[in-house]
């Protein structure tokens, strides 16, 4: 808009499938006052948008910190690749577009979700990983490797998006604090305690939905 600019507001608060008009106020910065857009006084948003929101909780009913929210293609099978398909939400809202889609929900301390074809509000309860609370060898020349063997999350998507939980290999040294690790259900790793470069004899750890605390030796 020549010679003005639009004024900040929010719909953070408004349900656009519930709008019937918008009305946008752009203020001159050369003292014009206000402009209405359109130049008709309304916008008619009835079938142009349709927004609904994914609320967030915890199976236990805990609270749920920091939640994370995505967009994705709901026939991509593939795995996601990065800031290509996957759509970021802001607080768990998404507006209804033509092509079918799906939610995938995730957040430290509990197992990632995919809702396939969501068409209204909806609530999605999440389970709680399980802690795998790992101390580290003690000693020179030392190092402790949680070795990977099998992820108990199946879709590679969601592995894909999950960056809070564990889903890869990691190297614990002397000098770390009791290492906490959230697991899904499911999830199979190996312990190997490497003195001066020789590795001892793995230490095979199945994780199911009780804790699990292990003393690296």
Known sequence: MPGGFVKPFSLTKL????????VI???STKGRGFRLLPR???LDLSRAAQAFQVA???RDGGEVEWPKWWLLPAATAAP??????ATRLERGWFVVRPDPVAIAVAAEGFVPRLVPAPTADIVVELERCTSLRIQPARGENVETEVNLVEDGLRDERLRELDDGNFHASVTLSP???VEELHCVPGTIVEIVVVRGGVSGPPQRVAIGRTPVEVVAQ
């Open 40 to 42: 008709s006084g309304a």
């Open 175 to 177: 000098s770390d604090d």
């Open 15 to 22: 349900r656009p499938n519930l709008l019937t008009c918008v």
């Open 25 to 27: 106020a752009a203020q």
């Open 56 to 58: 967030i909780r915890a």
């Open 80 to 85: 996601t690749p990065e800031g290509t398909t």
